[in-house]
């Protein structure tokens, strides 16, 4: 299993250009998440989805949009990126909860980290 | 709505001491914990939870974390350091469909 994977792995933007960043997964898990990271701020949500067709708005959604066609793919699209998205930006995915458990767990893909001069 | 702190944003320790990063947790109702490791240029790779039961809670590469509700905390900690846990540590608490992490803290650990 390849796991969680995000493409592209770098990339650089201009100022109201835009971009849409992939993640893929092929453990089958119901639930998926778009992060970034900014230096001493750890991860924050920016949306995520409990199922194939939902989306959810995250701690941080403004600038950003999202697509969940299939299952295995989340997508997150930057319609005009500005200087504050730069950052390192992290998929995760986690599988259906067991009731009476507390099967959080995500699994994270290698990031993608964008640049916007 | 839940959130974490962690305290220190460098925890700097001798290979062979001891070592323990310090997360403090709010949330209401049951805490579900995580301690997750970030390597350079890496995701995250989960290390541990705490759901319910033993206070101790034994995860990967030798780390342990002790859950104490009184002062809702989640410590993490490992007897003898390496210079190869050297990283970025993340503390989370998960509730409804999410995790909430803390900030980090950067694991130093000198030979």
């Known amino acids: 299993n390849a796991g969680v994977t995000q493409t592209p792995k770098f990339r650089v933007l201009k100022t109201g250009q835009s971009m849409t960043l992939l993640c893929a997964q092929d453990m089958n898990h119901e639930y998926m998440y778009w992060y970034r990271q900014d230096p001493g701020m750890g991860l924050r949500l920016i949306h995520y989805?409990?199922?194939?067709?939902?989306?959810a708005k995250g701690e941080v959604p403004d600038g950003y949009n999202v697509s969940r066609l299939k299952k295995q793919n989340f997508l997150l699209g930057l319609e005009s990126a500005a200087p504050s998205q730069t950052s390192v930006y992290f998929c995760?995915?986690?599988?259906?909860?067991?009731?009476?458990?507390?099967?959080?767990?995500?699994?994270f893909g290698p990031g993608t980290r964008l640049t916007v001069t | 709505a839940q959130s974490v702190a962690q305290p220190e944003d460098q925890v700097n320790v001798a290979e062979g001491n001891p070592l323990t990063v310090k997360c403090t947790y709010s949330v209401s109702g049951n805490p579900y914990l995580f301690w997750y490791v970030q390597y350079p240029n890496r995701g995250l790779q989960f290390l541990l939870k705490y759901i319910t039961g033993d206070n101790l809670v034994k995860g990967s590469y030798g780390f342990e974390a002790e859950f104490n509700k009184s002062q809702t905390s989640f410590h993490l900690k490992k007897p003898s350091a390496l210079v190869s846990d050297s990283a970025l540590y993340f503390c989370a608490v998960g509730a409804g469909n999410m995790l909430t992490f803390g900030g980090g803290t950067r694991l130093m650990v000198k030979p």
């Open positions: 995760a995915s986690r599988r259906l909860a067991i009731w009476g458990t507390a099967d959080y767990e995500q699994y």
């Open positions: 989805s409990v199922g194939e067709g939902t989306t």
